[in-house]
DNA sequence: GACGACCCGTGACGACCGTCATGGGTGAAG
DNA sequence: CTTCACCCATGACGGTCGTCACGGGTCGTC
């Protein structure tokens, strides 16, 4: 818990896990340029308090605010207002794939950069679908976050380019909407009666679902298959 | 023993990848206390940059190296000699676990601190036993590193509270040693007879090993024992 | 309306999996 | 020396899994 419990004055019911950060540089106009206000979205205490005290640092920027759950982000937004929101994809309650299309309608000025651990291709498509203007891996150096920040605040795009050939030769996923459901249930449960209870379907209809998924991903057992269509984003 | 044959070609060409820093606070007797000597191991290059950032500015910190793979960790810490090393437990190369346990006998000056995001019960078992005297995982704010980190540097001990009384209640693996080689085996590959294959085993042998396996853990499918032996940190 | 893609289902077949009983071999503990 | 725990192996049994062939259903497109 962060603990972090000063909502004196945050406006309505709206954000409850958010930390409000008064910022080091407000929003007056310091020579004519105003910094650029930052929303974190990111689970891990540890790396999002670190994130937040590195970036207030930087010259230009101002952290405005951060949250641990991706079903805050939103509320955070609506509240706070921030040119940019850093958003990591796996976080608890919804994803920040989720977050951001639900933000695109929500608070459309907020600009959307995700922050993730896995270079996933299929992360990337889902990402641009949803309206995010930068995409980064957290295997690259603050300093190419910065500038991202700074490109994506300006009205541009900034999109790690190793990851975008990786997207580009891969290519959209091969499943059907169905399919993929299946494999997705495939992933906790053990039995495929129990998946076709979880998802009120025969266990035939299980299997033959499970099949085709298997060949078209070229794998041999069902585990397989969830594993290579998780690396590659397909879920 | 799964073969740990890790060959021992440490030595040499000692820090490769080692980053160097040149210390805001040099060993100079200022006031009477020296600054605390940090190397930082940590394979995410933004986190890694972060926390060096930010623990740099901490008053009474110097963080004088940081690497991004276990098998640089005992070349750097010859080289440099820190006070305290911050060990991530998943990296490439070599785990921090078993960076911990060559350090202990290598550089016996330098005291580990485990920094892992997965609470693993398991985890922390190894990581005492390979003569950690730190446990936190990434999840705890950053204040409680820093507090950790001195707690650790003056000689004394830092464990997670909620993990520790985890671990007493779980108790150490219920596997044999052969038990927990197939079992990990069956992680990546398919069926029974790759697994008896890498192994150089009868497939009835394994299916035995992962039968047992597979009870002990209260598991129904060997893909459940894996997942549970894997949360527990029985791996 | 015909066509194709997707969905759901059935039935059957061979291969694989998990369980059990059984046995021999080793090594440490009593 | 006996006992016990662990290792490896074999064989047999029932259940599950992955594949295939097949049929019926909906929906959008040409």
Redesign the interface.
Known sequence: M?GNAEEDTMAPGAAEGLTARGGVMTRNAEGGTMAIRILLAE?????R???A??LSLEPGFEVVGDVARGDQVVGACEALRPDVALLDIEMPGIDGLEAARRLRTAVPETKVVI?T?FGRPGYLHAALAAGARGFLI?????EQ?SAAIRKVADGGQAIDPALAVAALSEGASPLTPREKDVLAAAR?H??IADIARGLHLSSGTVRNHLSAAIQKLG???R??AV?TAEGKGWL
Chains 1, 2 share one sequence.
């Open positions: 962060t689970d891990q205490t540890m790396f308090g670190a994130m005290a590195l922050v651990t957290k295997d690259t150096p603050i976050l906790g053990g039995t794998a041999r057992t585990a397989e594993e």
